[in-house]
Structures are given as structure tokens and as C-alpha cells.
């Protein structure tokens, strides 16, 4: 019955004849064959093996994930997308109970999910379904078997080219139409940067070792002109305008509402007006994963109930929304010190899903807009400004527990700074230095988490963090963070009590073999850094430590001004220190240093609102797996590769 119906779509002309050929067999390749399904799928269903390896490239680097889904419910190489299958899986985990201001309003940040009827679903969130049809493979053959998805892939790009009326040209610049198809875009910017995507990545030439043990894939480099008329064909719609970002990235102004939502002074949503960088510097770009899929995303950010972040990225193809200007601020971190001097982006994805994975597409794009952010606003391009979720302490003491955990252990720093032009790198002795960067390496770094609640084990899968531990043996409990428990640290994806991130800078404490201590949340946190297999690089920096006679320094999670420093009529915010301390003898990195700053903004009209500064100077440290303040008053400033004083 499907071989009939698609000879009857070819004989109609909406199909090439070849696409009806069902491919013989399609079995998991042997080590070094991804290169070889490529060519073969190329050569089957007569699509530019450049343009097939770009596709790829583009949503997954190659990799096959293990058939695992992406946070897209997309599959393989290519990317088949199965949504209708995916929804049923969604995890139905809630964070709510963050105080997304920092000012006394508890309002939810996540949901449970699903929302979407799956009957809703548009096609192109079901090109697994279209790749069955096409090939004749089975579901199961194209999310599980490499070489069945290269193919489903291949048959779906031709199947897109026959569509439009072009002919299976060699010629990568033929195919610019049918993969801005590809892409499942309903608008034309985003189909269009989709496209130009591709063909970026065939002009740089990748080369890496895939997934699964199917060897290397290589892509030629080579300068291509693509036909971009044909993207007239598709007919879209125009991508809203108004977006704030460079317009080769295709953004989308979908704008978060501010509105009254009754008639006390303060009760309005879902973000506050400012004119920053005029009245408060950007100090942040903060990093989250949604926790929902991007419908549901967008129905949110667009609810004058609900919070509010600048962007939100789509999986599948990268594509951009932005929700604010950047002058405006978000309530999307938790700590409103922080959201006042932040630009917010959401990744759609799950962050307990350890199977699932980011697509390159989303990877790249988004790389893209914090680098045009990050020059634009003068933020430095380190893990002390472009941090997650997870990074941003607590207010006060009471609120550091029901702090989030986004985007999680599964984001690659790593690579998404390289794609930014900024990498970690080396810099000093291995053996001597007195600050290190964390860097495991990504793929083989398989920590043993739980996703459940009952502790069922995490799908095996690489990872951007280190677990910490009180001694240097691989059977001692991990480190304890009194703010999160009394107890020593789980396993749990959730839990960051013992857990340093990719990218960010640590202070040695001791070595001993092939291990490493750095200080942790005043404690020796130890973790395995053998020459041969290392998981921290040395680095150099500036570092802080308590000005001798100092017995303890309070630490804070938000730098506010003395009280002298705030004008009649705006209520004193209080300097209340943490449930952490710095002890003698420990130091650690500073990101920043900050004079107090506080925005009072009460009320639903900007011109009452006021940037409160004061005299207090605080330095930004990395005291645990989030930042903290420190009071320039308490401590010293020490470069890393000198000693800690004793004396003052």
C-alpha cells in the first residue's frame, strides 16, 4: 500500500520516481560507515552530498545520539522530528516557588506540561512520519539506525526540491529552497538564516569523529552562491518586526506585554521599564533552558500574569524570538540585583532529560545573539558574566534552596564558547597553578545522575559538570551545601550541591596523586585531574582572601548600597548576608567588581523609578557552584600566582 501511494504521488508529478524505492537495507553502520551513509544517500535519492552533510552537520553534528530524542523530539542525524511520540514523554516536573523579582512576589516560573493537543501539530513537526512514507522504513529503523535517518533525510530534502519544481541538481546552490523547507520555518527570516546556516557550514568544513563508533565525517570546505530567489517559491509569511538583533539571525518580535493588571500602584506585569545601558550597565547574559516545549514557551512569556525573559530559541532550527529590548528588564533569574543588570535566554528543553540533546542549530544561533549582546553591552565574554540559571545565588538566606538549577549539567559550555570565539584555554603551570578552569571533556564526562524521583538512573550521556568530594577516594560523599541541605550533596540532575560547571575558575586547595581540591563553600571539594586524563586546565587570574584578623567574611547575593545611600522615599534594601562564610587560608576567583546598585521600580510608570548607588564596593566570587559578593572591606585582593598572605 505505501509503495502504490507514492507511485501515485509520482505519477502526479509530486515526486521524483526514485523517492518510491524503498532503500534495501539500512542496519546500524560498522565503525567508520556514517561517512559512507552519507554518500550512499546522497547517490540514492540524488541530493549534493555537501548539502546533506551540512543538514547534518546543522542539526546534530553528526551524532545519532543512541536514538535518543533531542529537546525537540527530533531523532538521528537528521533530525526526523516526531512530536506527536515525544509529547507523551514530557517530563511533568514543576519549580515554581522562585521569587522572579527578588521583591516579595511569588509567582511560578515553570508549569507542567503538556499543552498541546497533539491533533494541533503542523507537519513539519512530523518529518519522521514523512520520511517513513517516503523511504518505506519503519518509525523505529529511522530514529534507531543511522543510516535509515541519513536516508529519511535525503529522501525529505528531495522530496523538497521535487516539490518546488526544481530539478536534482549536483549544484549545491540549487538546493537553497528546499532547505529553507527543511527547516519547518513558517516565517521567510527565519527559513532564510536557516538556509544561509547550512551553507556557512559548508564553507567552514567540519571535520569530527561521530557517535556510536561511526567514524569520521568530513565535509569539504567550499564557497557556494546559493539561489536564494527560491525562497520566493515558499511562500511565508514575514517574520514580525522590531526584533533587537543583528537581522542575518532572522529574529522575531514577539513582545512580552506590560500592562496594568488592577489599580494598586504596584500590581502590573510582566517585566519592569528602564533605559539600560544609559542608567544601569549589563553585567549579565543569563543562560536558562525552558522546561517546556516553545509553543508553550511563547503562550507564557506573552501571559501579563506570568514572568518575562528577552529571548527564547527554538531547537529545531535556532530561530529567535525576542520579548524585550534589552533596555527593559526581565524577571526570569530569581534575584532581582541580577535581573536588573541581565539579559535573559531561554533554550527550549528539559534539563532532566539526559538522553535528549541541543541541536547545533540552536547551539550556533544562540552563540550568535550573546556574542551581538556581549559587544554591544561591553560584557566580557567568561562564565563570571554569560551564566546559567543555576550560577545566580539566592537574595537572602531564606530563598537560596528554591533557587533553579537551568539549564543544568547537560549544556556544553565548552563548545558553545568555542562557537563564540572565546575558548578555555590553558594558561599557566599544570602542577603549580593556584587557580584552575573546570574543563571535562564533554562526550566522555558521563556523570551517574537521577532524573526521577525515585532515583532511576539519568540516560547515559556526556556532561559539562564535575562532582565534588570530601576526600580524594572515588567511595567518599560529596561535598555539602548547608543552603541547599545539611546533608552531604545526591546524585540528583537537580542538585548542584557538589557540582562546578564547565568554564568556571576555582582556587586550588590542595593535590594529592591525581587529585585536585579546590575551595568549595568553605570546604576542600576533591575531584579526579589525572595529567592524562584531565578535567581542569590551569588557569590565571585575581583571587580574594580574608584580610588577616578577619575570623569569618559574610558572603551576599546581591550587591546593595549602604543605606546612606538611598534618597527619601525609597525604602532601605537590607545588606543581609548568606548562610555562607569565607574562612582564613581560603581563597577564591573574582569575576567582577562592583560598586552597590539597587532599582527601585514600584510603580507602572518609568518616570518614578530610580538607580539607587552607593559607596559599598563588593568583588563577585566563585564561591560555589552560583557566584557570591564579597565586601571589599573584608578581604584582599591577591593575584593567583602569589601566596596568601598572612600578614596584613
Known amino acids: 500500500m505505501r509503495l502504490a501511494a507514492l507511485a501515485a504521488l509520482a505519477s502526479a508529478g509530486l515526486l521524483p520516481a526514485l523517492l518510491t524505492v524503498p532503500l534495501a537495507q539500512a542496519a546500524e553502520p560498522a565503525p567508520g560507515e556514517r561517512a559512507r551513509a552519507f554518500t550512499a544517500a546522497s547517490k540514492r535519492y540524488h541530493v549534493p552530498e555537501s548539502v546533506l552533510l551540512g543538514v547534518s552537520y546543522l542539526q546534530s553534528r553528526w551524532d545519532a545520539h543512541g536514538g535518543s530524542p533531542s529537546s525537540d523530539a527530533g531523532y538521528g542525524p537528521m533530525h526526523l522530528t516526531d512530536a506527536r511520540g515525544a509529547l507523551a514523554g514530557l517530563p511533568h516536573h514543576s519549580e515554581g516557588g522562585e521569587d522572579p523579582r527578588g521583591q516579595d512576589e511569588k509567582l511560578p516560573r515553570r508549569v507542567d506540561h503538556p499543552e498541546i493537543d497533539p491533533d494541533s501539530l503542523q507537519p513539519e513537526l512530523q518529518t519522521l512520519t ?30 523538497h526540491q521535487a516539490a518546488l519544481g526544481e530539478p536534482a541538481s549536483t549544484d549545491p546552490a540549487d538546493w537553497f529552497g528546499a532547505l529553507a ?41 567550499a564557497r557556494v552562491a546559493p539561489r536564494t530567489e527560491q525562497l520566493a517559491k515558499l511562500t511565508l509569511r514575514a517574520s514580525a518586526a522590531g526584533a533587537e538583533c543583528p537581522r ?18 504596584g500590581d502590573f506585569g510582566n517585566h519592569d521599564l528602564s533605559d539600560r545601558p544609559n542608567n544601569q550597565k549589563i553585567d549579565y547574559i543569563v543562560i536558562h533552558d525552558t522546561e517546556a516545549t516553545y509553543p508553550v514557551t511563547l503562550k507564557l512569556v506573552t501571559d501579563p500574569t506570568y514572568v518575562s525573559w528577552h529571548y527564547s530559541m527554538r531547537s529545531a532550527d535556532g530561530h529567535i524570538a525576542n520579548h524585550l529590548k534589552a533596555k527593559d528588564v526581565g524577571w526570569h533569574a530569581g534575584n532581582w540585583y541580577v535581573n536588573s543588570k541581565a539579559v535573559g535566554i531561554e533554550h527550549e528543553g528539559f534539563l532532566a532529560q539526559g538522553g535528549q540533546w541541543y541541536t547545533e542549530a540552536m547551539y550556533r544561533r544562540s552563540a550568535r545573539l550573546v556574542r551581538y549582546l556581549a559587544d554591544k553591552y561591553d560584557v566580557p565574554l567568561d562564565r563570571a558574566h554569560i551564566v546559567g540559571h543555576d550560577n545566580i545565588p539566592g537574595t537572602v538566606a531564606a530563598n537560596v534552596g528554591g533557587m533553579h538549577q537551568d539549564p543544568g549539567p547537560y549544556w556544553d559550555w565548552a563548545h558553545y564558547f568555542d562557537l563564540m570565539g572565546k575558548p578555555f584555554k590553558a594558561q599557566g603551570s599544570e602542577r603549580k597553578s593556584a587557580l584552575v578552569t573546570i574543563k571535562p571533556p564533554y562526550a566522555a564526562n558521563t556523570e551517574p545522575y537521577y532524573c526521577g524521583d525515585n532515583g532511576e538512573p539519568c540516560p547515559e550521556h556526556g556532561s559539562a559538570s564535575i562532582t565534588l568530594r570530601t576526600e580524594p577516594r572515588d ?16 546524585w540528583s540532575v537537580y542538585n548542584h550541591a557538589a557540582r562546578v560547571s564547565t568554564g568556571q575558575q576555582y582556587a586550588v586547595a590542595e593535590r594529592r596523586g591525581d587529585w585536585m581540591a579546590i575551595w ?7 575531584f579526579r585531574n589525572s595529567h592524562s586524563k584531565p578535567t581542569a586546565v590551569p588557569a590565571r587570574g585575581m583571587t580574594v582572601v580574608a584580610k588577616p584578623g578577619k575570623t569569618s567574611v559574610p558572603l551576599y547575593g546581591r550587591a546593595y548600597p549602604e543605606p546612606a545611600a538611598y534618597p527619601a522615599g525609597i525604602p532601605v534594601q537590607a545588606i543581609s548576608p548568606l548562610q555562607y562564610v569565607l574562612q582564613p587560608g581560603q581563597r577564591y576567583s573574582v569575576g567582577q567588581r562592583v560598586n552597590g546598585e539597587y532599582y527601585h521600580s514600584k510603580t507602572f510608570d518609568l518616570e518614578s523609578h530610580t538607580v539607587v548607588r552607593g559607596e559599598n564596593v563588593y568583588y563577585q566570587i566563585q564561591f560555589g557552584h552560583r557566584f557570591m559578593f564579597v565586601n571589599a572591606e573584608d578581604v584582599l585582593v591577591v593575584p593567583s600566582w602569589r601566596p596568601v598572605p598572612t600578614r596584613g
Open 248 to 265: 542575518n539571525l532572522g529574529c522575531e518580535w514577539i513582545p512580552a506585554p506590560y500592562q496594568k493588571l488592577s489599580e494598586e500602584p
Open 181 to 221: 523547507r527543511y527547516s519547518g520555518a513558517a516565517d521567510e527570516e527565519t527559513a532564510r538564516a536557516y538556509a544561509d546556516e547550512v551553507f556557512a557550514v559548508i564553507a567552514e568544513g567540519p571535520e569530527r569523529t561521530t557517535d556510536g563508533g561511526g567514524g569520521t565525517v568530513k565535509l569539504p570546505s
Open 130 to 159: 514523512q520520511a517513513a512514507r517516503l523511504t518505506g522504513l519503519s518509525a523505529d529503523a529511522l530514529k534507531n539506525e543511522p543510516a535509515a535517518n541519513i536516508a529519511g533525510g535525503a529522501a525529505l530534502l528531495a522530496a
Open 520 to 526: 568549595y563553600l568553605g570546604q576542600k571539594g576533591w
Open 475 to 490: 567511595d567518599a560523599p560529596l561535598v555539602t551545601d548547608i543552603g541547599i541541605r545539611p546533608t552531604p550533596g545526591t
